[in-house]
């Protein structure tokens, strides 16, 4: 009995540390790009939805545990984006651009191969230039609103040296408490039943550029590759091809109510592919599986947890986001630097991104990209006549053919 329970009780675990460790930077994501909080509420149910109906059809079609998430850094470049011109029916547009592309990605494996082909240290660092201000928001919030968040922060520390899995959850219930704590008496906000809201898309040449193109690819390469490169590292061979028409159709369905990405969990996958969902490999999709219909059930509540973010002041909900990402930074950090050769175009693109400028209506996240793409393009095009020995392999010899060697499986 204990061993049929096992992968059921992984998969609860996956969904309710999935949810609880990102939904903030959601929920700020939608708000920074124009919505509304009915649309943000809309938004959160959708991707809790749609996540958790892929994750169950993927699981149960092919028997492995196929965790499906929202894209969190993808919501971190909505942060770092802000207001779009045009408004939140422009990012709807883009939104649905980008669900465009990853089913793209799935029909022409090419595609997929020309994004994993993107030097690795650029696409770190520009991964790591959109999460940096929104990672700096627990320093801001402990300076604007310390009684609030030195707790919230405090909790995290504790529980990240003892109980790492349950950092951000933990400091999730503590920044509850102290938010409840000072709602006035009465005051019970504003809609807490589950709400669909419908936004009819525009598009823009700027917002084609500066959003749906970025988000598409810090969701591939910060979600969709590293999913399927954790699934690989535990013994199997992911259908990626399956994986990216089925979320980028479901990205589709659900950009013109709020949703930005569904796509491969990268950070809670390994918690339904790992020996602790189940020693047996073959039943561990029972793990995904579970975590999808929970997924799903979570997000009935949605609307409950965009009134209680309503009632914080926005930089301590930015506070827990920033903490549920530090461990992607450090990852992002880690990749972009990697590289010795690579390490000027890397710091190019960081502050490029993570400036946050806009020109010709284009957010940073694109301008990080193109800089450190021409830095690294000039910087070789300087060294090569010089050099008096074979240069090393390039970013594009190494990890990310691999990855687009994955991706073929």
């Known amino acids: 009995m204990a061993g049929r329970m096992q992968p059921v009780l992984a998969g609860v ?3 309710l540390v999935g949810f609880a460790s990102s939904f903030t930077v959601v929920l ?42 929202w894209s969190t850094p993808g919501a971190a470049l909505l942060v770092a984006t802000g207001p779009v011109p045009g408004g939140w029916p422009v990012a709807v547009g883009a939104f649905l651009v980008s669900g465009a592309l990853i089913v793209a990605a799935g029909l022409f ?26 990672c700096t928001a627990p320093v801001r919030a402990l300076v604007e609103v310390p009684l609030l968040a030195a707790p919230v922060v405090l909790s995290w520390l504790l529980l990240h040296r003892f109980a790492r899995r349950w950092a951000v959850p ?38 084609l550029v500066g959003l749906a193109l970025p988000l598409f690819l810090v969701t591939m390469a910060a979600q969709n590759v590293p999913g399927a490169a954790l699934l690989v590292g535990y013994g199997y061979r992911p259908p990626l091809g399956s994986v990216l028409r089925t979320t980028g159709l479901a990205t589709l369905a659900t950009a013109p109510a709020g949703g930005h990405a ?16 189940h020693p047996d490999p073959d039943r561990r999709w029972i793990a995904s599986v579970t975590a999808g219909a929970g997924l799903a059930l979570l997000g009935l509540g949605a609307g409950a947890v ?19 990402l530090l461990g992607a930074l450090a990852t992002a950090l880690t990749s ?10 890397a710091v190019v693109t960081l502050v490029v991104t993570a400036a946050g400028v806009s020109l010709a209506g284009i957010g940073g996240a694109f301008w990080g990209l193109i800089a450190g793409c021409l830095m690294l393009l000039v910087f070789r095009r300087r060294t090569r006549p010089a050099a008096t020995a074979p240069l090393p392999p390039s970013p594009r010899d190494g990890q990310p053919d ?8």
């Open 402 to 409: 691999q990855a687009g060697a994955r991706q073929e499986r």
């Open 336 to 345: 972009a630097l990697a590289e010795p050769a690579a390490r000027e175009a």
């Open 28 to 69: 700020a994501g939608l708000r920074a790009v124009g919505a509304t909080e009915r649309q943000a509420a809309s938004g959160l149910l959708v991707l809790c939805v749609a996540s958790g109906l892929c994750a169950a059809w993927l699981g149960l079609r092919h028997r492995i545990p196929l965790s499906m998430a």
């Open 306 to 324: 965009t009134t209680l973010v309503s009632w914080a002041p926005p930089v301590l909900i930015e506070a827990v986001a920033g903490l549920a």
């Open 262 to 277: 569904v796509n491969l969990a990268a950070i809670s996958a390994a918690l339904a592919a790992g020996p602790d969902a």
């Open 109 to 134: 494996p090419a595609l997929g191969r020309a994004v994993a082909a993107i030097p690795k240290p650029v696409a770190g660092a520009m991964l790591a230039g959109v999460l940096l201000p929104l």
């Open 170 to 207: 933990g400091a999730l219930v503590v920044a509850v408490v102290a938010i409840a704590l000072t709602v006035p008496a009465g005051d019970t906000g504003g809609g807490l039943r589950p709400v669909v809201e419908v936004t009819a898309p525009q598009w823009s040449f700027s917002a």
């Open 13 to 15: 675990v996956t969904a």
